[in-house]
């Protein structure tokens, strides 16, 4: 059956047929003899997981081992399919082993938030879109992130979260950019990395996805993407390496696509020689669902569970597999070994999940409005338009992308439940796959709030003749644009659908005082951008967006984010001008299409090498619109004294806040490699939030990870730091780096 026909059927699926199969369920749970865990030797918490996980594992038959290795079904997600009495209506299921006192394993799709709580009427809290929350540069905020994911995931019965997306972007018309953390391997590692670890620090399982090279949804289920290694190992995987290194997460999610010829899902030098040899990672891999194509292939070549489990490779057909010697038994124990070491780890044996409790929405909200609030980018300020001044005399047009009533979220399988259903058409229940879905969260109500004796007045801008004549008769006009983003297809462009970029050209013509505040799931072209005196990037901002919106609006929050991804002109200045794969015929016709499983297979080259985003752009001399890194605050910075320890390899600078109001500054150092590298463009190596007060100054002391300064040497299948001298650079942007020096590396 069509992916996208599966997932749409969901939504009609019968919730009173859930919650009878549910209620069963329990009765069935409540009837079953408890075993005695404290008879258990496996229970003893000061051995460690791995030897937890092997005492289990000597006590279990074969078919209890196989049981463990497969999930039990789409259940929900497939209109008609069975769902296990068990199971906590999630994404995925696997029943535990009761005698043995090994729990089910629950898992919630979690990107940006729990996803499904309206089938059990529950709530869960929508967070800042990942992307969204990588331009805070905050590890810290990378941490509460996760662990937002981590507490309702458990207050609502699961103990898997399967999130945590760090693809790189680059194909920055990808349809689940939204889910991920942008397109540099060491920003996107540590953000994700804190993630993955603030969800495990909650005791339920974590997940690092989709692993890897599935950057794109078009032909995502055919794509054969080829790249050579040392660019791989540089770029796209490093990324997973940093994240992995920071998490050790419980799991790590096989993607769709083939590389280089083999399916990830069962691709040796990806599942076996790189991530659980090279990177060390000790947590089971989990495919993506049906992206496993085989059964002796895919156990031999890394694969430790399939998902969601009905195409039937890893379960009789892996037990005759073993039974016959395809499948050596050690690799089935090594399997289970995995799954069950990642559950002591993150604790869900001895701190299994509250199953009924509810989540706390104000605190969910607080913590996604602080999320916000860093992640917020401000691109243009011309005249300094911002902050703006609460003031009778002030008359604003408020115009566009439903802004009277919420904030825009990412649809797919991130998709959370907006509490009353979708803010533009309250329905109860969930929404449907891929459609936009807003979140009460109301822009107009809370620039009221902050304003309350200026004029305020709404227009949908559907008609721009109507918002341009508002923005004229206004003081000052703020237009919404918007960007809707979904798994299961791409944008075919960089520009703004529905005629956006006219409306912005209409009000900013009606008015020289125009401000644009884009929801968009990742980069968009802005053809209008010298027009107008302000842009803001709100990304897709979560439950506390219209909040964390207007306090930087209104100045009670200082912008500080910057972007995790480059802005480009237009298409014509990325790698591929058109989308690979993409055709008008397979374009969706309606909201909730998916065009990844209706193209042919074909191979995808990535040309571009490990020069993705600002690292393209750099070795072929284009200027973006905004480059990575970029982001402007209320007051103004000034970078001097860039010093370099080379026996620490640290870099030392001062930063002053050289305004007027106290702010954060994303200090940013860069470095070029010695020639031998033949590399074109800079990386960045590290960065620092600095709080500063008005003409404070800060020493910033940033040590440069080796790691991140190597190339990777196929010829030896090891990293290498290159003798010679390194150029160190420092400042606010990857475009602007006043301060640079040199690093000595030694033979
Ligand atoms: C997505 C995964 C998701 C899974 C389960 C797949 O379509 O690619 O990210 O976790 O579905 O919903």
């Known amino acids: 059956m069509a992916f996208s026909a599966i997932l749409k059927g969901f939504t009609i699926f019968s919730l009173s047929a859930v919650l009878a199969l549910a ?20 229970m003893n918490k000061s051995l460690s997981p791995d030897q937890r996980a092997d005492l289990v594992l000597s006590q279990m038959t074969l078919d209890e081992k196989i049981q463990l290795v497969h999930g039990t079904g789409w ?7 069975p769902v296990p009495a068990r199971s906590n209506l999630g994404a995925g299921f696997v029943p535990g082993i009761d005698r043995l006192h090994i729990p089910d394993i629950n898992m919630a799709d979690s990107a940006v938030g729990i996803r499904m709580a309206a089938l059990q009427s529950r709530y869960a809290t929508l967070l800042p879109s990942t992307l969204g929350a990588a331009s805070s540069w905050d590890p810290a905020a990378g ?8 507490r309702e995931a458990r207050a609502q019965g699961f103990n898997m979260s399967i999130g945590g997306g760090v693809d790189i972007t680059r194909e920055p018309r990808n349809g689940r950019n939204f889910e991920y953390a942008g397109e540099d391997p060491v920003l996107a590692g540590t ?32 794509v054969n993407v080829l790249l050579d290694k040392r660019s791989m190992r540089e770029s796209d995987l490093l990324a997973f390496e940093v994240a992995i290194g920071i998490a050790k997460p419980s799991a790590v999610m096989c993607s769709y696509n083939l590389v280089n010829g083999n399916y990830a899902c069962e691709n040796d030098y990806l599942l076996n020689e790189v991530l659980k040899k090279d990177f060390n990672f000790k947590g089971f891999v989990v495919s993506d669902w049906s992206a496993t194509h085989s059964t002796v292939k895919a156990a031999l070549n890394g694969l430790d569970q399939e998902m969601p489990g009905d195409d039937n490779y890893f379960n009789a057909p892996l037990k005759k597999a073993v039974g016959d010697g395809q499948v050596p038994v050690a690799r089935l124990n090594d399997m289970v070994h995995r799954i069950l070491r990642s559950m002591f780890d993150a604790g869900v044996v001895d701190n299994p999940p509250v199953l009924r409790s509810v989540v706390d929405p104000f605190r969910g909200r607080d913590d996604a409005q602080h999320i916000a609030e860093e992640s917020i980018v401000l691109l243009r300020n011309s005249g300094n338009i911002l902050p703006l001044k609460a003031s009778p005399s002030t008359s604003i047009a408020l115009i566009g992308s439903h802004a009277d009533v919420g904030v825009l979220s990412g649809g797919g399988s991130a998709q959370v439940d907006a509490p009353g259903g979708n803010a533009i058409d309250p329905q109860p229940g969930p929404s449907k796959w891929g459609e936009p879905v807003y979140f009460p969260s109301s822009p107009l109500r809370y620039i009221r709030a902050k304003s309350p004796q200026s004029n305020v007045q709404y227009v949908d801008g559907k008609d721009a003749a109507a918002a341009a004549k508002l923005a004229k008769a206004s003081s000052l006009a703020i237009v919404f644009v918007n960007q809707p983003m979904s798994e299961g297809h791409d944008a075919p462009t960089l520009s703004l659908p529905h005629n956006q970029d006219a409306l912005v050209e209409a009000v900013a013509a009606a008015n020289p005082n125009t401000i644009v505040v884009l929801e968009t799931g990742g980069p968009v072209s802005m053809p209008w951008a010298q027009q107008v005196k302000g842009i803001v990037e709100m990304w897709y901002p979560g439950i506390g967006g219209a909040q964390a919106l207007s306090n930087i609006l209104f100045g009670d929050v200082n912008p500080s984010g910057k972007l995790p991804v480059t802005f480009a002109k237009d298409d014509a200045q990325l790698p591929y001008p058109v989308v690979p794969g993409l055709k008008a015929k397979n374009a969706p016709k309606t909201v909730g299409d998916d065009q990844h499983h209706e193209v042919k297979p074909f191979d995808l080259k990535y040309y571009a090498g490990a020069a993705v985003g600002y690292k393209w752009f750099e070795s072929t001399h284009k200027q973006p619109l905004f480059p990575f890194g970029f982001g402007l605050s209320y007051t103004t910075f000034g970078y001097s004294g860039l010093t370099v320890d080379d026996a620490t390899r640290t870099a030392h600078f001062t930063v002053k806040n050289t305004g007027a109001r106290e702010g954060t500054e994303i200090a940013e150092l860069y470095v070029s490699l010695p020639s031998a590298a033949k590399e074109n463009y800079k990386r960045l190596v590290a960065w ?46 990857s475009s602007e780096t006043p301060l640079d020096a040199t690093l000595r590396v030694q033979q």
């Not at 953000?191 to 032909?219: P, W």
């Open 23 to 42: 209620s069963i369920g329990s009765h069935q749970a409540h009837a079953q003899k408890q075993p005695d865990p404290s008879q258990m030797p496996w």
């Open 75 to 81: 259940g929900v997600l497939r209109k008609g399919d």
């Open 143 to 150: 941490f509460l992130y996760g662990s937002v994911i981590g």
């Open 191 to 222: 953000m994700t990395g804190e993630l993955a670890r603030g969800v495990k620090s909650e005791h339920v399982m974590s997940d690092i996805k989709h692993y890897a090279l599935n950057d794109q949804e078009t032909g995502r289920t055919v």
């Open 688 to 733: 620092q939030r600095v709080k500063l007060a008005p003409g404070e100054s800060k020493t910033v002391s940033l040590p440069m990870n080796p790691l991140y300064l190597s190339i990777f040497d196929t010829a030896k299948d090891a990293w290498q730091l290159l003798p010679g001298d390194y150029k160190v650079m420092a400042g606010p942007s």
